[in-house]
């Protein structure tokens, strides 16, 4: 991870705000092992897509929920370009971060 004055980057499942650092929980009763699976997910349910959904949530690495996450039909970019930027995508990220200590919880880019 990579702090300036006014931003904090981040890289790789070693920094506690990427979508594929190990942080399990739970959203609405659904439980996930990463944020990537959750916001797979989202994706998934937002198409129709139950079987990607449900090999989302089995997906034991965030790279896997990644790949499956891509295969999701029916898919359309500019629909799911919406959703991502302020839909129901946007859900998973409070849960997300309320499991971070308050020292993390610093202002970040996350898009």
């Not at 009763?29 to 797979?40: I, P």
């Not at 370009?81 to 839909?87: F, K, S, T």
């Not at 859900?91 to 997300?96: E, G, R």
Request: positive net charge; charged residues 20%.
């Amino acid at each position: 991870m990579r702090t300036t004055a006014r931003h904090t980057f981040f890289y790789t499942a070693a920094d506690v705000f990427s979508n594929w650092h190990p942080a399990p929980f739970t959203l609405r009763g659904v439980r996930f092992h990463t944020a990537e699976h959750a916001l797979m997910y989202v994706k998934a349910k937002h198409f129709g897509d139950e079987r990607a959904a449900a090999a989302i949530l089995a997906a034991d690495t965030p790279r896997k929920a990644k790949r499956l996450g891509r295969m999701v039909t029916p898919f359309q970019e500019d629909d799911w370009h919406l959703v991502a930027r302020g839909g129901p995508a946007h859900l998973p990220i409070p849960s997300f971060f309320s499991l971070r200590p308050p020292a993390s919880r610093r202002s970040c880019l996350l898009y």
